[in-house]
């Protein structure tokens, strides 16, 4: 086994949250479902997102210079498949659940259980991907928290009864 | 609320896996709890990790220049507050569990879900915080694993019996 299938591998193993990244501006309306999101500092409250330089929507993002992270809740597995699904198209896409606008102007989640409104402000290429910096604008929370978690190529919910 | 408690307060909603992050070298042994880990690309495996830049072992980890991302398992709950515990001093925290070593010398947890040795490849800063870039040397994994993650301000166990 190469390092590469040993790290995807490994990788499964990490838990993380499941989030739809949007944008919408003058290159267009766009969005995917994507795990590797994270806090970088709350001086100013900045987080970060990792995304593919060959998805087709990677340039869109870079000219909009906006994104909103939405993090799935556990209600949302149906959504995380509308935004991993190649073949559909954005309006296709947005025509699932409900959408408003905060600051950036990019689609933000209405059922959402965080949504952080945000203008990318730099990018680190690395590898195969890129980096985005996100200053964080405006942000809207649920109240009853119910995570979607990605773990072992597979979904779980969690907030609900059984906690460790 | 500023919008600094309001970002954390949101953040507390994205979900995340804990990890112990480990170094030993020149600068000596240390270790802390991290949940802002995240996957960056697979050419080459790479990942990354921030950390607080006032952090006490933040210059250590820079002059050690290697790591290793110990993911946490759901009966490591006490292991985490050991390792984010500031008054304790660090042959105190790795006198907790078993440890070995694999590529670059960093502790490596036995017990963990998965491991990964890295070489600190690159550094970000961002406000208070730095990004670790990784490039992984050497991987070990868990037959059965069962996640530790962080949502709300609490810790859940995933990959037991309830899932979504």
Redesign the interface.
Known sequence: MT??T??????A?????V?VITTDGPAGKFGFTA??????????????V?MNRNSFAHEHFKRNGTLCVN?LS?DH?VLSGVFANASLRSEERFGHDNWQVLSSGAPVLSSA??C?DCLIA?C?E????S?F?CQ?QA????EQ?R???W??R???????????
């Open positions: 390092l590469q040993e790290f995807r591998n490994a990788m193993q990490l838990g993380s949250a989030s795990s590797a999101v994270c806090s970088v500092t709350d001086q100013p409250p900045t987080l970060l990792c993090v556990s597995q259980v965080a952080f730099d680190h690395v590898g195969s991907h980096v910096y964080v942000i809207r929370t649920s928290p995570g979607l978690v773990f072992n597979r979904y779980h919910a969690i907030g609900h009864d059984v906690e460790a």
